[in-house]
């Protein structure tokens, strides 16, 4: 077979926000294990850049050093994007990849789509075709328009692949590979950093954890919960009233705590059953969650997380973009309804709860499948034969 590096390009890897590391570092393994594979360059738009959501996670996940940081930032949806873009257009055109691989929803990662698909270079996006049908969520709008300019599209769930049917996206583009979080999950569950060690660190009682029925995690971040105070006020009552039937564990997102402050709801935090942490590690996060009686979350990732886990999981949106998670695993959706979440949080505590299974391809070797399949891909693209 010919060499291919010199014919190839380097294939670019985009991360911007915490949930794509999870993503992105089995993948980069997986490259630089699949022969024939041209050499991938980490990318960071810099969209997150706290130690806590971002270097943490790095050296958690065993993230190399980002090859290139663009250093957005934060801004508006239209300032960050448009930054991304500004900064990413450079790049694409000092190393000519022979493709971008963008994972999840975030702005980045419409961003750095938009930019490769305008100059021609192959979009790979993983993790798509899910689809909350909520156009008010921004990641709905991110996950629709990055599909549409993707030439090759991996899914994590086979729902996924009507959705894009419905969309025009030819189905020779979407090929069906698993789930890679549950790679990183998989890769960290030995490596976990015990609960009451976690509260311990940050000055909180890890005897709190001690009671009967264990304790849940809460994690809780969509503009559609926190921005509006009023409905922030609402959300942290019905936290207050779990709490007395179960110690929670809440590591706070920095949009969540400021918004606290900010409308003034600082002492509904004050609640001893209530441990309010900083933003947590991977491994400090997969400790909590792996041994949590219940999560009560609206974070697309924790609804996988704890379908793969078996811990029951109560999501606090109105929809999910993840629906085998409600199908076949442990999730339960239950919006802001105070009545709801008390009698899921019984049922659970009484011995029921969604048990679930974990879907199919959600085995710890998606990053391989998808190391196989593009490394062929792209050989197949420049044309070299074997
Ligand atoms: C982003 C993603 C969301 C993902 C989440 C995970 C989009 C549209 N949203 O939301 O899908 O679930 O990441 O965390 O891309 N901030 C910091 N430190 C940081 C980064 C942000 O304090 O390192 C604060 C800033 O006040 C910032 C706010 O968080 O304005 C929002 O950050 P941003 O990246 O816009 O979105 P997230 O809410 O983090």
Known sequence: MKSADHRIGPVLCVVG?????????????????QPGMPPALLVHTGQHYDFALNDKLFVDLELPAPDVNL???SGSHAVQTAEVMKRFEPV???????????????????????????????????EAGLRSFDRTMPEEINRVLTDQISDLLYTTER????????????????????????????????????????VRREGGDPGLLRHPKGF???????????????????????????????????PIHPRTRANVERAGLASLLANPRLICLPPQGY??????????????????????????LGVPCLTMRANTERPITIEQGTNTLVGRDRAK?????EEILSGGGKRGRVPEYWDGRTAGRIAMHLGAWLQRRAGVTG
């Open 216 to 250: 849940g995690v809460v994690t809780l971040h969509r503009p559609s919960n926190v921005d509006d105070p009023a409905t922030l006020r609402e959300v942290l009552g019905i936290l207050g009233e779990v709490a007395q039937r179960l110690p929670l564990v809440w």
């Open 92 to 126: 694409v055109d000092a190393q000519q990849p022979s493709c971008v691989v963008v994972v999840g929803d975030v702005n980045s990662t419409l961003a750095c789509s938009l930019v490769a698909a305008k100059k021609l270079v192959p979009v790979v996006h993983v």
């Open 283 to 308: 491994l400090e996060m997969v400790g909590l969650m792996s041994r949590a009686t219940l999560a009560l979350t609206d974070s697309g990732g924790v609804q996988e997380e704890t379908t793969a």
């Open 71 to 73: 250093e957005v930032g």
């Open 159 to 198: 729902d996924a692949h009507d959705n894009l049917a419905r969309e025009g996206i030819a189905a020779e583009r979407v090929v069906f590979v698993g789930n890679l979080m549950i790679d990183s999950l998989q890769a960290a569950l030995p490596k976990a950093v015990a609960p009451e060690e976690t």
């Open 341 to 345: 979440i008390l009698a899921c949080v």
């Open 17 to 33: 926000a915490r949930p794509n590391y999870m993503k992105m570092a089995p993948l980069l393994r997986a490259f630089a294990a």
